[in-house]
């Protein structure tokens, strides 16, 4: 009689080893293999046909980082908070956690604002040099005095002097007197959760188009996120609105966070430091066209100097660049 040759060890496949294979589909029952290979069996005959295996995540898909990433980024009922990455000239300094602005909040019935809108900044002149991205415009007062106001770099990107402010913004941000919107938009690209306020229509419709978020409403309402913003923004002159410097600064001061940051623009190194002044002024078009009358401020580094301590801010930066003023105010 023919001695036996030695049992063969099943073919079994890379991939399949150290784990039981499924049975094969309509196969026999599974039949033992030989010794030591109880761990490794599989089917009767050929290794059964796998339907799909493991299947891949699609990239950006669920499952993947990318994925995660977005629904954190979506997490907390709605929240926008959280630690907010560092930048510019303040980068070594310490991350710090802002209180949360509900996104709910940043675009409730932007079409209702709660308290009647101020007329002037509604008039046609503004609006339509807003709109078409252009002047000429100007702030003229009753001595017939008029200060040029700059609609195209406004309407423009973010320039170089505007970005030494977008520099130093922390948290999230509300910008008062938006305007046509180039820093919510600046701002929002780098990933900053923030608000535009304008009382102007044309001004928050544009901001708007340009994919920031913007309330038509005055400073001086009730607002979103209130004692919870980071950094506020006064660009442009926007010191003088509402004509009270000292006002304007104090209402600032309950809108920002504890230990939260003002930048705030003076009137330019050209109109002295000293300025400060109360105006009655019109927005005017240079053609005939103007506005109704309302109250005005202009304040230059000095004067805003001395109405921030009064208002319980103090002085943490100064610089000029293109000609232009700034301040970095704490409380």
Do not use: K
């Not at 073919?11 to 094969?24: E, F, Q, S």
């Amino acid at each position: 009689m023919a001695a036996r040759s030695p049992a063969r060890r099943p073919h079994v496949h890379g991939h399949d080893r150290r784990r039981a294979a499924p049975p094969a589909r309509g196969g026999r029952a599974p039949r033992p293999g030989p010794p030591g290979t109880a761990r490794r069996r599989h089917g009767g005959g050929r290794p059964a046909r796998r339907r799909g295996g493991t299947r891949q995540p699609v990239r950006g898909g669920r499952g993947t980082a990318r994925a995660a990433g977005a629904r954190a980024a979506g997490s907390g009922a709605g929240a926008v908070t959280g630690a907010v990455m560092e930048a510019g000239p303040r980068a070594a300094l310490p991350r710090r956690r802002w209180p949360a602005v509900p996104t709910r909040e940043l675009t409730a019935d932007p079409a209702a604002p709660p308290a009647r809108i101020p007329a002037p900044w509604r008039s046609d002149p503004y609006a339509d040099a807003v709109s078409a991205g252009r002047g000429p415009l100007f702030l003229r007062r009753t001595d017939g005095w008029m200060l040029p106001l700059d609609v195209e770099r406004w309407c423009a990107e973010a320039d170089p002097a505007d970005l030494t402010v977008l520099d130093r913004c922390r948290g999230p941000v509300i910008d008062i007197g938006c305007g046509p919107g180039r820093l919510v938009t600046a701002l929002a690209t780098r990933g900053h959760p923030v608000l535009g306020v304008d009382v102007s229509p044309a001004a928050v419709d544009r901001t708007r188009r340009g994919g920031g978020a913007a309330l038509c409403r005055s400073v001086f309402a009730p607002l979103p996120g209130e004692g919870r913003w980071g950094t506020a923004l006064l660009i442009d002159g926007n010191i003088g609105i509402g004509g009270d410097p000292a006002a304007l600064l104090g209402r600032v001061a309950r809108l920002t966070a504890p230990g939260g940051l003002l930048i705030a623009e003076s009137a330019g190194p050209d109109a002295g430091e000293r300025v400060d002044e109360r105006v009655e002024v019109r927005v005017d078009d240079g053609r005939g066209r103007t506005g109704p009358p309302f109250p005005w401020a202009r304040v230059g580094t000095a004067a805003l100097t001395r109405h921030a301590r009064r208002a319980g801010w103090r002085v943490a930066e100064r610089w000029t660049v293109s000609g232009r003023s700034f301040s970095a105010l704490r409380r």
